[in-house]
């Protein structure tokens, strides 16, 4: 039992050792984002480290590598234009297409990833002209319904009278018709 206990142990440290091992520091990245250096002084070596820290903080732990190996793997070039573009899209403000693994390539279609606002571009006003629209069908929809069900509820001397009044009915077939509801 005790045997089995220390192996258990040993195995802990050791699972414990290599997630510490593989996770990332970035107490530097923080300071030099905390700096608000001017993007045109940054290395592309210090973009890339900007990119991963933000990657991190939006998909956290393990999430995180799952996103590395989607866009490459680490080590990678592509990973590393990923990181570069999100920096300058993050950091610098810049309005780069940031597209990667699936989303940015072919399954999900090529458009820009929006990590805030887009502005008063064209982006801006197709979402208001669609949500125009949108809103318009729905408001079709609801009526047509409403109206039909205004029909199917009409009690059997209004739909009469009503037909009196078009003409379609005499006053002599309006007064046996109602006699017949009765």
């Not at 125009?132 to 739909?159: C, E, K, M, N």
Request: hydrophobic letters at 40%; one cysteine or more; a negative charge.
């Amino acid at each position: 039992m005790r045997k089995l206990f220390f192996v258990m142990m040993v195995l802990l440290l050791i699972n414990t050792h290599f997630v510490s091992a593989q996770e990332h520091d970035f107490a530097e990245t923080k300071q030099l984002i905390d700096s608000g250096m001017s993007c045109d002084k940054l290395t592309d070596e210090q973009l890339e480290a900007i990119g991963d820290y933000y990657m991190e903080q939006m998909h956290p732990g393990e999430a995180h590598e799952i996103m590395d190996n989607l866009m490459g793997g680490e080590g990678s070039a592509s990973l590393k234009q990923v990181h570069i573009a999100m920096a300058r899209r993050l950091y610098c403000n810049d309005n780069l297409y940031v597209g990667y693994g699936m989303m940015g390539r072919g399954m999900m279609g090529n458009y820009p990833i929006g990590y805030g606002n887009y502005g008063y571009t064209s982006y801006g006003y197709w979402n208001i002209v669609l949500t125009l629209f949108f809103a318009g069908i729905f408001f079709l929809i609801g009526w047509l319904i409403y109206r039909v069900g205004i029909q199917r509820t009409a009690d059997p001397l209004s739909i009469l009278k009503k037909r009196l009044a078009s003409g379609e009915i005499t006053k002599k077939e309006f007064e046996e018709k109602k006699k017949d509801l009765t």
